[in-house]
C-alpha cells in the first residue's frame, strides 16, 4: 500500500504562490498518472492538474498559466507550482497517483494539504 504525503499549504494572499509536493512512500518510476485534485469549501471536488508517465500534463482552465505540475522520480515526488493565486484557490488540495504495478489498477489518495487565499 503507497502512502502519498502532501507538504506545502499554507495562507498566502491573493497574488501570491505557493509550491505543493506529494511524496510517495514508495517509487514513482512506475506510475501511471499522478495529479493534484482540490476540494473547496462548499465540498465541490474537481481535479486541478494531471501528469503521465510519458510527462504529458492537462490542466483545467481555470490555472491554465498560472500552475505547472512536475515530477521528480529521484525524489519520489510530484510538485504543483502555483502562481497568481486567488480566492478561488483556496482548497485542501490532494494528491491522487495510479500504478502499473497495481492490479486492478486504483486510485491512491493523500491526506490533504489545506490552501488558504485571503488578504
Known amino acids: 500500500q503507497v502512502q502519498l504525503v502532501e507538504s506545502g499549504g499554507g495562507s498566502v494572499q491573493p497574488g501570491g504562490s505557493l509550491r505543493l509536493s506529494c511524496t510517495a512512500s514508495?517509487?514513482?518510476?512506475?506510475?501511471?498518472?499522478m495529479g493534484w485534485y482540490r476540494r473547496d469549501a462548499t465540498n465541490q471536488r474537481e481535479w486541478v492538474a494531471v501528469?503521465?508517465?510519458?510527462?504529458?500534463?492537462k490542466y483545467i482552465d481555470a490555472v491554465k498559466g498560472r500552475f505547472t505540475i512536475s515530477r521528480d522520480t529521484v525524489k519520489n515526488t510530484i510538485y504543483l507550482q502555483m502562481n497568481s493565486l486567488n480566492p478561488e484557490g483556496a482548497a485542501v488540495y490532494f494528491c491522487?497517483?495510479?500504478?502499473?504495478?497495481?492490479?486492478?489498477?486504483?486510485?491512491?489518495w493523500g491526506q490533504g494539504t489545506q490552501v488558504t487565499v485571503s488578504s
Open positions: 514508495k517509487s514513482i518510476a512506475s506510475f501511471i498518472t
Open positions: 501528469i503521465t508517465h510519458g510527462g504529458q500534463t
Open positions: 491522487k497517483a495510479n500504478f502499473l504495478e497495481d492490479v486492478p489498477i486504483r486510485d491512491h
